[in-house]
């Protein structure tokens, strides 16, 4: 029975990465399901660029999980399309820019529902197809772990995440699945495209290591705690030394 691994957001960034680090240690009967909410263009640079014999092991699946129906309806599909799940990673999410003052309920509802509500249904729903000895992961943030982030309702949904986190142990015990957390830094992705050189100086200042983590830095350490079969409830940061000093 090969191995299956579910990711959301896996597309872009540090989902996109972990995909790639599990492909790259994946025997061929391995399958990994990658999804997406909106970026068709992405989502063709990703399947273009994986190796031609792995290419059949990666499975692009559009959904976009700020929506709860959507979410199910890529549940249905998953279950007409894969008998089990081995690992499931929980890695897509989304931030706003705006002030406090000018938040709206809706905004803050939408990223709410897309970093938190959706997963932890999406969780339930699919935590009868995993197998024992299985392993969730979620994308947190360091964001969540100390209030530096220019977003608080970003904060508090990573920091809600990482309580969710120790909390499923709990759900998912009786299977032998353990659950855990990374939560990194500043990492080099996409998200940050619209960043001025000022503020990358800014925030490297703040940094001991004095640069913004690596996609592959966050994905191997990913890997090692999918793949630890004795963390469990962990919350691992990953921030290059963020105001330590
Ligand atoms: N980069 C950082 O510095 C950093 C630090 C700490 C934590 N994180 C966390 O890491 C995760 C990934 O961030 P990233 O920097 O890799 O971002 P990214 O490069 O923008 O990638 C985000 C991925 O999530 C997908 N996504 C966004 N909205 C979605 C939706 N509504 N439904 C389904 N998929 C959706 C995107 O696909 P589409 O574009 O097709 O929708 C894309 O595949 C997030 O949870 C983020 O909070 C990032």
């Given at each position: 029975m090969g191995k299956i691994t579910v990711i959301t957001g896996?597309?872009?960034g540090i989902g996109r990465g972990i995909a790639e680090k599990i492909l790259a240690e994946s025997a061929k009967e391995d399958r990994i399901f990658v999804t997406y909410g909106h970026d068709e263009k992405k989502a063709a640079v990703f399947r273009d660029s994986l190796p031609e014999e792995k290419k059949s092991q990666v499975i692009l699946m559009k959904a976009d999980m700020s929506s709860y129906n959507e979410m199910m309806a890529f549940v249905e599909e998953l279950k007409k399309r894969a008998d089990h799940i081995d690992w499931l990673v929980s890695n897509a999410g989304i931030s706003t820019y705006a002030k406090y003052e000018d938040y709206g309920f809706e905004e803050w509802t939408r990223i709410v529902n897309t970093n938190l509500s959706v997963p932890v249904f999406m969780v339930k729903e699919l935590r009868p197809m995993m197998v024992e000895g299985g392993s969730v992961l979620f994308t947190g943030s360091y964001a969540g772990q100390q209030a530096?982030?220019?977003?608080l309702v970003y904060g508090v949904t990573k920091a809600a995440i990482h309580f969710l986190t120790k909390s499923l142990v709990k759900e998912f015990e009786p299977k032998g699945i353990t659950v855990n957390a990374i939560a990194p830094g500043?990492?080099?992705?996409?998200?940050?495209?619209?960043?001025t050189q000022e503020s990358y100086d800014r925030i490297n200042r703040k940094i001991a290591l004095h640069r913004f983590g690596t996609v592959e830095e966050v994905a191997d350490m990913a890997y090692a705690v999918l793949s630890n079969?004795?963390?469990?409830?962990s919350v691992v940061d990953i921030h290059g030394g963020y105001d330590y000093f």
């Open positions: 896996g597309t872009s530096y982030s220019s977003s500043f990492i080099e992705t996409p998200w940050h495209s619209a960043r079969g004795y963390m469990n409830g």
